[in-house]
């Protein structure tokens, strides 16, 4: 096993520490997604052309006016990251300078001013530092780490903010699925669509989320997991899932959608295409239709389909649905590339495999 160099977490921002830590009522044996937040989160304010007064504070509510521009133009960004406990009992901050990077160039697409990178990652360590008993303890467990940026400026009127405040919250969680690391269904919407070249697809803002949900809700009423997001020009071309892109296993070779602007760029994808690199297995980013994708599985040669996100991992996909007709994998199962991969990452993030290229930041 291999660890990378441990990172001292400084403690640069003030603290006021909770007067009661609320830990002990969670059950971190009975851990689902998003519902349980750890003890303190990081507040930093942009006003007067700059960020300041960054300080760790007890999680809470956070006022604004009704008047801010978040709520009403929607000029926020946000991110989504892991922490793990790694077998030697140290901290793993999975993959932080990529979702820097992606976090700066959503607040880029949406006029929002850079925090510096060295601000977002002390912010971060030193978060999870204070609250490091808050990371699950056992695998598959992990603290889910949430930065976000919004705009507060008290004006109605369609303009760029002037005031901004970022926070990190952070929380303990399970499995992304109820059906756990189970196959899930999915199905095109091909009434809708998720984004458009050009516009905000590639970047982790809020819109985009809130675009998805009716799609969604409709998916889930007919008993699908999420939507298989349909290009928005031909309505043809496969692009992402709701929340993690997608793989499919064809003819052998992992084939993905390219990042041509629609689709988040995932800080996971990025780690399966690198990991097949590593391991000489043949991989390829190119346009896939629908119609391509049922026909290899007519005839046999679509063996997987898997999606990948910081949330769900790797979630294998066992029935994708499409205008009346249902493609059917393995429903019981991960199938094999899906499977290394996921005990690869898994393995990266607890510290039981080597780090390939300085994606964990040991603390
Ligand atoms: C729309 C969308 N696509 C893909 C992903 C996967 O990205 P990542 O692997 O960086 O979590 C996410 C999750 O953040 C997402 O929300």
């Known amino acids: 096993m291999t660890v990378t160099e441990e990172t001292k977490a400084t403690h640069v921002f003030p603290v006021t520490q909770v007067t009661e830590s609320r830990r002990n009522a969670v059950n971190f044996q009975d851990l689902r997604f998003g519902d349980v937040f750890s003890d303190h989160m990081f507040e930093l304010v942009y006003k007067n052309g700059k960020w300041d007064n960054g300080q760790i504070i007890p999680y809470g ?29 140290a901290i793993n901050v999975f993959r932080l300078r990529d979702h820097y990077k992606r976090f700066n160039d959503s607040c880029k697409r949406l006029n929002i001013p850079s925090i510096p990178e060295e601000v977002f990652t002390q912010a971060i360590l030193q ?69 458009v070249k050009g516009g905000v697809g590639n970047a982790k803002v809020p819109g985009n989320y809130a675009a998805s949900l009716y799609p969604a809700h409709v998916a889930m009423k007919e008993g699908y997991s999420q939507v298989l997001w349909l290009d928005a020009i031909e309505r043809k071309y496969v692009e992402e899932v709701g929340a993690m892109n997608i793989f499919f296993v064809i003819d052998g070779k992992v084939v993905t959608s390219p990042l041509t602007g629609t689709i988040l760029p995932g800080v996971t994808r ?44 790797i979630s294998p996909v066992g029935v994708i649905h499409h205008k009346g007709e249902t493609l059917t994998l393995d429903t019981e199962k991960m199938g094999p590339v899906a499977e290394r991969l996921y ?21």
């Open 270 to 313: 990025r780690s399966v295409l690198e990991l097949c690199q590593i391991w000489n297995l043949p991989a390829e980013e190119r346009m896939l239709s629908i119609d391509e994708l049922f026909d290899a599985w007519r005839e046999g040669r679509l063996t997987e389909a898997f999606g990948s996100g910081t949330a769900a991992v």
């Open 61 to 89: 509510p956070v006022s604004i006016m009704p008047s801010a521009n978040i709520l009403h133009y929607g000029q926020g960004a946000f991110e989504g990251m892991k922490a793990f406990t790694m077998e030697n009992g």
């Open 127 to 195: 978060l999870v530092d204070l609250d490091r008993q808050w990371v699950p303890k056992d695998k598959f467990k992990s603290l889910y780490l949430r930065p976000f940026v919004f705009a507060t400026e008290e004006f109605l009127g369609l303009k760029t903010s002037t005031a901004y405040r970022f926070y990190v919250i952070t929380g303990p969680v399970g499995n992304y699925y109820r059906e756990g690391i189970n196959p899930v269904k999915l199905t095109t919407m091909p009434d809708y669509v998720r984004a």
């Open 343 to 363: 005990k690869a990452i898994t393995g990266i993030h607890h510290g039981t495999e080597a780090d390939p290229s300085a994606w964990c930041t040991v603390i």
